[in-house]
């Protein structure tokens, strides 16, 4: 890296950039087992402990936490799903992914997860953790001796930290991406051409389950996060505004797209988070070159269809450490060698699920018969035969995906 004059230098083994669910669990496990790492991210500890996205863990990728020392009462306490609702022209459709593939989803916001990692890394174990910073760079990737810059909010100080690795944990906004692409790598992306509303309401949940409404006026769901918070999605135009979605107009399309002939009526709540999401998934391949490794949504974006996302990011993290763990421990770099492949395996299966849950979703909205009359088909299928629900499943649950 060509120093720029008033740099202040630094040395570590591996620096992470980004402090979301993937970043956060590698250093965890990087300091638990001795390695040292800094790590970076642009916001403040009190924003990332209060982000709320995601909320459904897969019992693998607990179990997995769980092994490493990781996941605490709160996640281990949390409440269990074992099956989700569709609704379509009033009827009500099952399926009980619990019970056909043994496995269940851990309900547990993100930002619950997000507080426990810091708290466990930073608080706990002492970890290198800086919140805040700003123009952060990478350099030298594809050399011995990578290196990140960044400036100190405190000081206003540039500095940079010559590492052995870089980890590119920084989500889909981050700057690891596009160093990974300005290499070579491929950006291979799906435009589902609709928008979600995504919705969180001072409101308990409605069902014991998600439900997901199917409608010719769009694609709506139901989704628990806690007692007292439920996340809900609508269906609207890509690029459309959040303040064409007033109060009223949000709970009546809830209620009509939701609705069902022996469904219970909707909980109603003040709106506290209300943004419009671009329905797109993208994969980065590969994950690797030289010596930066992405993970999470850096990596790859599949749209909160299925309650993908923080599960792969979780599954990257966990593969990540323990390539370099056996790094640092003997030298091994096999692991570390096939990171991007091991990923990508589950990465491709997840996205091929999540294309085809999307047009049961999607279908019945798109104006076309053809993709309405699949995607009843698609329903009928997996709640009715028990051998094609099992199959799905797995998938769904995340445990028959890693091949
Ligand atoms: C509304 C919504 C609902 C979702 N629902 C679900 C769900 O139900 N289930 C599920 O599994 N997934 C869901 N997801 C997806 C899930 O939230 C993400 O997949 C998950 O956050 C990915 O974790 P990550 O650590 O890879 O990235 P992130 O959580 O995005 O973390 C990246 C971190 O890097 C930081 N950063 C960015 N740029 C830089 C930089 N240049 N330098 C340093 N730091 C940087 C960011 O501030 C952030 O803290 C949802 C997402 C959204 C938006």
């Known amino acids: 890296m060509e120093a720029r004059a008033g740099t202040v230098g630094e040395r570590t083994g591996v620096v992470i950039v980004g402090a979301g669910p993937a970043g956060l669990t590698l250093a965890n496990l990087l300091r638990a087992g001795g390695v040292d790492c800094v790590l970076l991210e642009t916001e403040s500890r009190e924003f990332i402990e209060q982000r709320p996205r995601a909320g459904f863990l897969e019992e693998w990728v607990v179990r ?57 890394y930073a608080d706990g174990a002492g970890g290198d953790v800086r919140f805040g910073v700003r123009d952060v760079a990478l350099h030298g990737i594809g050399t011995d001796a990578p290196a990140v810059s960044f400036t100190d909010p405190r000081t206003g100080q540039h500095r940079s930290v010559t590492c052995d690795f870089v980890a590119g944990c920084d989500g889909a906004r981050g700057v690891s991406r596009k160093a990974m692409t300005e290499h070579g790598a491929g950006v291979f992306r799906h435009d589902f051409g609709v928008g979600w509303l995504a919705l969180l309401a001072e409101a308990p949940p409605s069902a014991q389950r998600v439900v997901f409404g199917l409608h010719s006026r769009g694609f709506a769901a139901h989704m628990a996060r806690s007692p007292e918070v439920t996340r809900y999605y609508l269906e609207c135009p890509p690029g459309d505004s959040p303040e064409n979605w007033p109060h009223e107009r949000v709970w009546s399309e809830l209620r009509l797209r939701l609705g069902a002939h022996d469904a219970t009526p909707l909980n109603e709540g003040a709106l506290i988070e209300r943004r419009v999401l671009d329905m797109h998934n993208y994969v980065v391949e590969p994950m690797s070159y030289g010596r930066l490794h992405l993970a999470g949504d850096a990596a790859h974006l599949v749209a909160p269809v299925a309650a993908k996302g ?54 019945p909205s798109s104006g076309d018969p053809f993709r309405a009359g699949v995607a009843a088909a698609r329903l009928r299928r997996m709640t009715r035969s028990e051998r094609a629900g099992t199959a799905l499943a797995g998938l769904y649950i995340g445990s028959d995906a890693d091949h």
């Open 310 to 363: 923080m599960n792969l990011a979780l599954n990257d993290a966990l593969l990540l450490a323990d390539a370099f763990l056996a790094h640092y421990a003997d030298g091994d770099d096999g692991a570390l060698n096939g990171y991007s492949e091991t990923c990508l395996r589950r990465v491709w299966q997840y996205q091929e699920f999540n294309q085809w849950v999307s047009e049961i979703l999607h279908g």
């Open 64 to 120: 997995g936490l769980e092994r490493r020392g990781l996941a605490g009462p709160g996640l281990l306490g949390a409440q269990a799903h074992g099956d989700c609702e569709f609704r379509l022209e009033g009827e009500q459709h099952v399926f009980r992914y619990g019970e056909l593939s043994g496995h269940r989803h851990f309900v547990y916001p993100q930002q619950l997860l997000v507080t426990d990692l810091v708290r466990a």
